[in-house]
């Protein structure tokens, strides 16, 4: 029953969703709503990027085996949110066409427009399935004998339903609800978590000191994030989309301010859910991934758990659309020439768009069997740099730096990305994040490059 009513609550609020779109006819409008959001859904929709699986099932995962310091993937997201501030008028004077690769196309050449999106294609393929993993967690607790492959399906189909058929729209309306549902039912959650292990004197007498200090977590690790967040609000197609198609500079500016507040909590609340988990060893096997399904099981009354349940599949389901949806506005720019050429109609268009972003959502099924119990904050973390961090100096010096050209360009990206990953690839991830490598060597390789061909070429 818990099950029906779970999905129940999911397959309406998505046929919400899909329901908003119902006016989309163009490929266009379904990328970017007509450029009219306000500021709450800029927020809602930067929170939902933000949240996804990391700062709830990763953070509970991290409250699990370090403490409170679980939570600095959400203080970090946040403070980059806020910083982000400061860059977004220039991202929206010179991104005028809703697209990262638009903006290098015409300010480089299509050459590095087609490297920036090809990479973010490719991180894609692996940044979904890690969203996906998440869910599948929710699911199968909610359903013990549903396999991976099954869990999978399910998630991508209730995902792509209304990105597909409604996209910026349908992802405004259920990013609105699922927000509201998860923070009203997470914190009744947590009330029931500390009630039925007793209290915040369970923790303090069954864990360690060092689970109360949020700097348990290694500087090292924290610094990487707040890096690659904020690296990722310039650069990650998903991750200003929302604030480039705002009505205006202000309610951009609001939005992100809004979506940074409301970002902040939910860190710290799946944090402690974690580690109500592990002070009550609730886990036989430690395998953390399982730790915030695990105690809201354990401590939650049925019909709490299901909303719970239901909210953060809702949450991980709108990360995973807003990550699709970025993919279609990519496919949609890279595929406009042959839909010139073919003299494709707006209703032709907007087809194909969703045909791309619903045949790539279900390939990404493939690595999602590879991330069984990985800790997933750092998989995301270390991904999004590899693809995000050797963009950012070809993306700020173009907006900034005038004498910056298209050489400089393509060599800061092309470097920024072979350096990450050898990174990864030789193992040194593991000691040392990889955005602590790729930006200085990018930015260096860009400056020396723009130096040396300086009035060679025209920037």
Same mark, same amino acid.
């Given at each position: 029953m818990n099950a029906v009513i779970m999905f129940g609550l999911i397959v309406i609020i998505c046929l919400?969703?899909?329901?908003?779109?119902?006016?989309?006819?163009?490929?266009?409008?379904?990328?970017?709503?007509?450029k009219n959001l306000?500021?709450?859904?800029?927020? *809602?929709?930067? &929170?939902?990027?933000?949240?996804?699986?990391?700062?709830?099932?990763?953070?509970?995962?991290?409250?699990?085996?370090?403490?409170?310091?679980?939570?600095?993937?959400?203080?970090?997201?946040?403070?980059a949110m806020l910083l982000s501030i400061f860059f977004i008028s220039s991202l929206r004077k010179y991104i005028t066409?809703?697209?990262?690769?638009?903006?290098?196309?015409?300010?480089?050449?299509?050459?590095?427009?087609?490297?920036?999106?090809?990479?973010? *294609?490719? @991180?894609?393929?692996?940044?979904? !399935?890690v969203q996906l993993f998440t869910v599948t967690t929710i699911f199968r607790t909610i359903i013990p004998g549903l396999s991976l492959t099954w869990a999978c399906i399910i998630g991508l189909v209730l995902s792509i339903s209304y990105t597909v058929i409604s996209g910026v729209s349908g992802a405004n309306y259920v990013s609105k609800i699922s927000c509201f549902l998860m923070y009203l039912s997470m914190a009744i959650g947590l009330i029931f978590v500390m009630k039925g292990i007793g209290g915040f004197s369970t923790l303090n007498e069954n864990l360690?000191?060092?689970?109360?200090?949020?700097?348990?977590? !290694?500087? =090292?690790?924290?610094?990487?994030?707040?890096l690659t967040c904020f690296v990722a609000f310039l650069t990650m197609q998903a991750a200003i989309q929302p604030s480039l198609i705002a009505k205006d500079d202000a309610n951009a500016k609001k939005g992100i301010v809004f979506g940074a507040i409301l970002n902040l909590p939910c860190g710290f609340i799946c944090a402690l859910i974690g580690m109500a988990c592990v002070a009550t060893n609730l886990i036989g096997d430690g395998n953390s991934s399982a730790a915030f399904a695990t105690a809201?099981?354990?401590?939650?009354?049925?019909?709490? @758990?299901?909303?719970?349940?239901?909210?953060?599949?809702?949450? &991980?389901?709108?990360? *995973?659309?807003?990550?699709?949806?970025?993919?279609?506005?990519?496919?949609?720019? *890279?595929?406009? !020439?042959?839909?010139?050429?073919?003299?494709?109609?707006?209703? =032709?268009k907007l087809a194909f768009t969703r045909l791309i972003a619903f045949a790539y959502g279900f390939l990404t099924i493939i690595p999602t069997f590879a991330i069984q119990q990985s800790m997933l904050t750092p998989l995301v973390t270390i991904l999004v740099a590899c &693809?995000?961090?050797?963009?950012?100096f070809a993306l700020v010096?173009?907006?900034?730096?005038?004498?910056?050209?298209?050489?400089?360009?393509?060599?800061?990206?092309?470097?920024?990305?072979?350096?990450?990953?050898?990174?990864?690839?030789?193992?040194?991830?593991?000691?040392?994040?990889?955005?602590?490598?790729?930006? !200085?060597?990018?930015?260096l390789v860009g400056f020396i490059v723009c130096k040396a061909t300086s009035g060679k070429e025209l920037a």
């Open positions: 919400i969703g899909i329901f908003a779109g119902r006016s989309v006819s163009s490929a266009s409008q379904w990328a970017n709503g007509g306000t500021w709450a859904s800029v927020g *809602l929709l930067l &929170v939902t990027f933000q949240i996804g699986g990391t700062s709830t099932i990763g953070s509970a995962q991290y409250g699990y085996t370090l403490g409170i310091g679980g939570a600095w993937y959400g203080i970090t997201g946040t403070v066409e809703d697209t990262v690769a638009n903006f290098l196309a015409n300010r480089y050449s299509s050459k590095v427009s087609k490297v920036y999106s090809y990479a973010y *294609l490719l @991180m894609g393929f692996v940044y979904i !399935p360690d000191p060092s689970y109360f200090t949020l700097f348990a977590m !290694p500087t =090292k690790t924290w610094v990487s994030w707040f809201i099981n354990a401590y939650c009354p049925s019909w709490l @758990m299901t909303l719970i349940f239901a909210s953060i599949a809702l949450i &991980v389901i709108c990360t *995973l659309a807003g990550q699709l949806l970025a993919i279609g506005t990519i496919f949609r720019e *890279l595929l406009n !020439p042959m839909y010139e050429k073919q003299s494709f109609t707006e209703k =032709k &693809v995000t961090a050797p963009m950012f010096a173009g907006m900034f730096w005038k004498k910056m050209n298209t050489k400089a360009a393509m060599w800061s990206i092309i470097s920024g990305l072979v350096i990450g990953l050898v990174w990864v690839i030789t193992g040194m991830s593991k000691a040392w994040h990889p955005v602590y490598i790729i930006l !200085p060597v990018s930015s």
